[in-house]
T-cell receptor, first 114, second 114 residues
Framework: AQSVSQHNHHVILSEAASLELGCNYS??????LFWYVQYPGQHLQLLLK??????LVKGIKGFEAEFIKSKFSFNLRKPSVQWSDTAEYFC????????????FGGGTRLMVKP | KAGVTQTPRYLIKTRGQQVTLSCSPI?????VSWYQQTPGQGLQFLFE???????NKGNFPGRFSGRQFSNSRSEMNVSTLELGDSALYLC?????????????FGSGTRLTVV
């Protein structure tokens, strides 16, 4: 069975700082990869997804993520964070041969100080 | 376009009771999945349905069951409630059965078992 690790549970940044959130998964087969965000009091929203092709994917709100297959990683990045990026971020993996089940990481709580 | 609608938003039940949660997917979406979110275990997959058929089931006891109707609406049922069933239950939908879509999540039903 696949598993997903998000190494940073809590991250505190000042506005304009750069962000990188780590995500590693364990699964030897083909995967689809996702980052979801949950703003305070809101539902999970899809930030970006990777299915195939260019391993650098761009999502909404200036976020991007890079799939490095050899490292089983899918790290999320943003060059300059804003206070409104304060939220919890979840990495998720779908093993292509296992239906549409998503396996989520434990989440990273990001606080951006104004 | 209306999002994924889950009812009720909040529910308080007593140990031993049973509960039914409802999910209306986005119009035209035929794939519905359910997830349980708790502070300790994070987001865990419960079920996946497509065209009224359960395609996948997570590692939960048989007290957890679900179904999907011909209009793609879905319900999940938990019988003989335990305190540990207290959680946010999330429903997610996407257009088809293939993996190349990201799920859209609802706001969830927060179940408290006392």
């Amino acid at each position: 069975a696949q598993s997903v690790s998000q190494h940073n549970h809590h991250v505190i940044l000042s506005e304009a700082a750069s962000l990188e959130l780590g995500c590693n998964y364990s699964y030897g087969g083909t995967v689809n990869l996702f980052w979801y965000v949950q703003y305070p009091g809101q539902h999970l929203q899809l930030l970006l997804k990777y299915f195939s092709g260019d391993p650098l994917v761009k999502g909404i709100k200036g976020f991007e993520a890079e799939f490095i297959k050899s490292k089983f990683s899918f790290n999320l990045r943003k060059p300059s964070v804003q206070w409104s990026d304060t939220a919890e971020y979840f990495c998720a993996v779908n093993a292509v041969n296992a239906g549409n089940m998503l396996t989520f990481g434990g989440g990273t709580r990001l606080m951006v100080k104004p | 376009k209306a999002g994924v609608t889950q009812t009720p938003r909040y529910l308080i039940k007593t140990r031993g009771q049973q509960v039914t949660l409802s999910c209306s997917p986005i119009s035209g979406h035929r794939s519905v999945s359910w997830y349980q979110q708790t502070p300790g275990q994070g987001l865990q997959f419960l079920f996946e349905y497509f065209s009224e058929t359960q395609r996948n089931k997570g590692n939960f006891p048989g007290r957890f069951s679900g179904r999907q109707f011909s209009n793609s609406r879905s319900e999940m049922n938990v019988s003989t409630l335990e305190l540990g069933d207290s959680a946010l239950y999330l429903c997610a939908s996407k257009p088809g059965a293939g993996p190349d879509y990201g799920y859209t999540f609802g706001s969830g039903t927060r179940l408290t078992v006392v």
